[in-house]
């Protein structure tokens, strides 16, 4: 009798863990049917189009989209992701499929109304406005649509997409009023990733936009965006990375700023500003790159820099520049770029360590520099001392950083990932690669085909 219980029970537990189990698979695995027929009719929409997208990598991911049996789940389709409770598609990465054609608010791209992450970059959309239909995807925490040959003005829909933590609309044909501008700032505020690159903004920063305080990279390169930088900036406590190139900041007045000691990169490179580096750039410790190239700027290099001890790419060329290369920059053992060329600079190169690495290029435009690698050699009482202590020069606010004497920025291109791969590598890797995921290089082959 107890025999017979032990085995009842047995076989009603065994029962019971089959019947989980079946239930546990059979749980919804498909997507939608609506779901489905939205995807394959925005596939229909487009033609496929190798030359649509930069990446020389970019294949169309929408090929194996279709109704064969073996292949009809979407959920199992190329840059389609869907929540494994629901069924419903949470993400779509179709960056670089060589799509071509036009792209409206009928499209039934927008049916998909529980996307939290859409990537439709590096492809080619003719020119056609972002649609105002983008507001119904209102769970979105990732957009990126850059390098797709969006045009016009940014739709202010847009902006009411409050759960937006990553926004790229950089390298289109795109404008964006001022006050457009600031109605983003004051609609998305839980924006970590904000690139803006290329979109023709024409006016001033407004200071609204440093209400973004949860901003950890901030890209307004090639903006066309002038007068001053706002002292509110120093609200921005986040901040890693900060991309400000080619744009016309200048003037006599500009304000200082507290800076986030997080910073890894700054850019401000190609602007109007005048004055002095001030040496109080010195606290911000954990800069790795570092670019005050194509201003004009006077005075000498802070010996203060040497205490920038993470640096790995400095560049001051193409400004106006005096007197000696400071021998404590031979302390930046890490530093892997640097570039002085076009400018006054006189006397020694400094010698040792990574300054061994560097070649003329790093000089030119110099002919008051002597000493290896350039032909002049120095005369004995022109070789750097070798100095230990650092000279911090000035006495500025240890959070001060002054902009009116002050433009950084990197080398285009090559510091540009290579920033960003620490960044991302360190704390955002994942967020780097689905927003950033293209190689820059390749990608500005396109800009530059499409502007032809």
């Not at 203060?304 to 060329?317: I, M, P, Q």
């Not at 053992?333 to 040792?352: K, R």
Request: proline share 4%.
């Amino acid at each position: 009798m107890g025999l017979s219980l032990i085995s009842l029970f047995t076989f009603v537990f065994l029962s019971f863990l089959l019947i989980f189990f079946h239930l546990a698979s059979s749980r919804q695995s498909f997507c939608h049917d609506n779901e489905h027929s939205a995807l394959l009719q925005f596939k229909e929409s487009l033609a496929i189009n190798k030359s649509a997208s930069g990446d020389p990598s970019a294949y169309p991911k929408t090929t194996h989209w279709n109704l064969e049996e073996d292949s009809s789940d979407c959920c199992s389709w190329e840059g389609v992701k869907c929540n494994e409770d629901t069924g419903y598609v949470i993400e779509l990465d179709l960056s670089s499929s060589c799509l071509y054609g036009s792209i409206n608010s009928t499209s039934t791209l927008f049916n998909l109304v529980h996307l939290q992450w859409l990537s439709i970059a590096d492809n080619d959309f003719n020119g056609s406005k972002i649609p105002s239909a983008i507001n119904n995807l209102s769970e979105l925490s990732h957009l990126n649509l850059s390098f797709s040959v969006f045009s016009g003005q940014i739709p202010s829909e847009m902006l009411e997409l409050s759960k937006l933590e990553s926004l790229d609309l950089s390298r289109n044909w795109l404008q964006l009023q001022q006050r457009g501008l600031e109605s983003l700032a004051e609609k998305l505020t839980n924006l970590k990733v904000l690139d803006l690159g290329s979109v023709n903004i024409s006016s001033s920063i407004p200071h609204g936009l440093t209400n973004l305080s949860a901003l950890e990279f901030l890209s307004l390169k090639s903006c066309k965006l002038e007068g001053i930088i706002p002292s509110s900036f120093g609200n921005l406590n986040n901040l890693i990375h900060l991309d400000l190139y080619e744009n016309n900041f200048g003037g006599i007045k500009i304000e200082y700023v507290k800076i986030s000691n997080m910073l890894v990169c700054i850019c401000l490179s190609n602007n109007r500003f005048e004055g002095e580096i001030p040496a109080s750039v010195s606290i911000l410790k954990g800069l790795r790159y570092l670019n005050l190239s194509n201003n004009n700027l006077i005075g000498g290099i802070p010996s203060s820099l040497g205490s920038l001890t993470v640096l790995e790419s400095l560049d001051l060329s193409s400004n106006n520049l005096l007197g000696e290369i400071p021998p404590q920059l031979v302390k930046l053992t890490p530093l892997a770029f640097f570039n002085v060329s076009c400018n006054h600079l006189t006397g020694p190169i400094p010698q040792g360590a990574q300054f061994d690495t560097f070649s003329n290029m790093s000089y030119e435009g110099n002919p008051g520099l002597c000493g290896r690698p350039l032909s002049r050699k120095c005369g004995d009482s022109d070789l750097p001392p070798n100095e230990d202590d650092d000279d911090d020069e000035g006495s500025e606010s240890p959070f001060a950083f002054g902009w009116k004497e002050v433009a950084i920025g990197y080398a285009s291109g090559m510091i540009f990932g290579v920033v960003l791969g620490h960044i991302f590598l360190t704390r955002k890797y994942e967020l780097f690669v689905k927003i950033f995921g293209m190689p820059l290089k390749r990608i500005e082959r396109k800009r530059g085909r499409r502007r032809n």
